[in-house]
């Protein structure tokens, strides 16, 4: 099973985001309890996230994000990652959360067959710019002495070089198919194993991903709150049920 947490970590974000961080430390064997009880085994896990801002305001650190790490043997990086985090910036109220989600979208994920699931799970408290305004108009660079300046200054062990990959597409429609859709090319995640839970308010561009996307969840929450009505517990059952 892969998983990407993609996390706002704006500043609106700052009431919860200690909850947030220490549920994300304890995801793993929450989510492997849930799992277990329900007579199923996760096998393999592995996480990554993708900490996100807004490229307007906060270009130079509007993204940090690591590798896919395999847990719990990579619980050392993983946790190093997320105590590094800070809710700050953020500017206006859009965030760049399409960004974020089309990185998730282009994620290495596992290959093979048997049963399989790729999993996004995106956490706002925010609506989303659109695409193609405050997006980087570059490609992410192929080593880390040629970084984009959009990319995190603030590395850790756990943390994913840019890759030719880390390509943001121009428009809206041009995600979707990316996430894929009936009848369009351009698809990049396997149509099977493909799922994407969204806890965000019920704003733009949200609200249209919940009605149009297949394989997607919406959880609403209240703008500007730093979802603290929603408890990881009913993040962890949500994942369950939709596996």
């Not at 996760?42 to 993708?50: D, E, K, P, T």
């Not at 590798?67 to 859009?94: C, M, N, Y």
Request: hydrophobic fraction near 40%.
């Amino acid at each position: 099973m892969d998983i990407v947490l993609c996390v706002d970590v704006t500043g609106s974000m700052a009431p919860v985001l200690n909850q947030v961080k220490e549920g994300a430390l304890s995801f793993h064997g929450r989510l492997k309890a849930v799992m277990g009880r329900r007579g199923m085994d996760i096998g393999r896990m592995r996480l990554r996230v993708i900490a996100f801002r807004d490229f307007g305001a906060d270009r130079d650190r509007a993204i940090e994000s690591t590798s896919f790490l395999d847990l719990p043997e990579q619980d050392a990086e993983f946790a190093e990652f997320i105590a590094g985090l800070r809710a700050t910036g953020g500017g206006d109220v859009p965030e760049s959360g399409l960004e974020a989600l089309a990185l998730a979208v282009r994620s290495p994920w596992s290959a093979g067959t048997g049963d399989r699931r790729h999993i996004v799970v995106l956490f706002t408290d925010a609506p989303a710019h659109p695409l193609g305004g405050h997006t980087p108009r570059r490609r992410a660079a192929k080593s880390p002495s040629d970084r984009p300046p959009w990319w995190s200054s603030r590395r850790r062990a756990a943390s994913a070089s840019p890759s030719a990959d880390d390509v943001f597409p121009r428009t809206f429609g041009e995600l979707h198919d990316q996430w894929g859709r009936e009848g369009r090319d351009g698809a990049v995640m396997d149509q099977s194993a493909k799922r994407l839970l969204i806890f965000a308010p019920e704003q733009q561009p949200w609200r249209d991903i919940a009605e149009t996307w297949d394989k997607t969840l919406f959880v609403p929450s209240v703008a500007g709150t730093g979802l603290k009505e929603i408890a990881l517990d009913e993040v962890i059952s949500t994942i369950a049920r939709n596996l």
